[in-house]
């Protein structure tokens, strides 16, 4: 019974926490700033995945991610995505309490531009990027 509560206290704090940022994701883009149109989208996608994903549940960030797919697909096309992204591509540790997944991925483009794009590398070095 304790469980059931928490949980749902959790999907309440959740449905807030979207509702909160609706308004806060790519205000300045028409599609989102129609609550009838990308607003209601953006909510009825990130309220599926806090269902579907209650361990995770939402946090701030997830609604810019969702907002890109939902900008170049269909709802449930971008669901699907956003799954995958976190299922599949080793996100789900950058949306876990503490952001464990943070750092990982930081050193992962870090590599990166180092090995592909050395002058760059060497440009954010100079300014402590």
Known sequence: ???EIDKNSNMSQDMLQ???DLNRTFPH???FTEPENGQELLER???TFTKYDPKIGYVQGMN???GAL???SCE???FWLFV???EDHEMRDIFLPGLPGLYKHTQIVDMLILENLYSVYQHFVSYSV
């Open 1 to 3: 019974m304790r469980a």
């Open 18 to 20: 979207i509702k909160r």
């Open 29 to 31: 883009c028409e599609f």
């Open 45 to 47: 996608v990130l309220m």
């Open 64 to 66: 810019f991610i969702v």
């Open 70 to 72: 939902l900008y170049h």
């Open 76 to 78: 449930e096309i971008a």
């Open 84 to 86: 995958s992204l976190v």
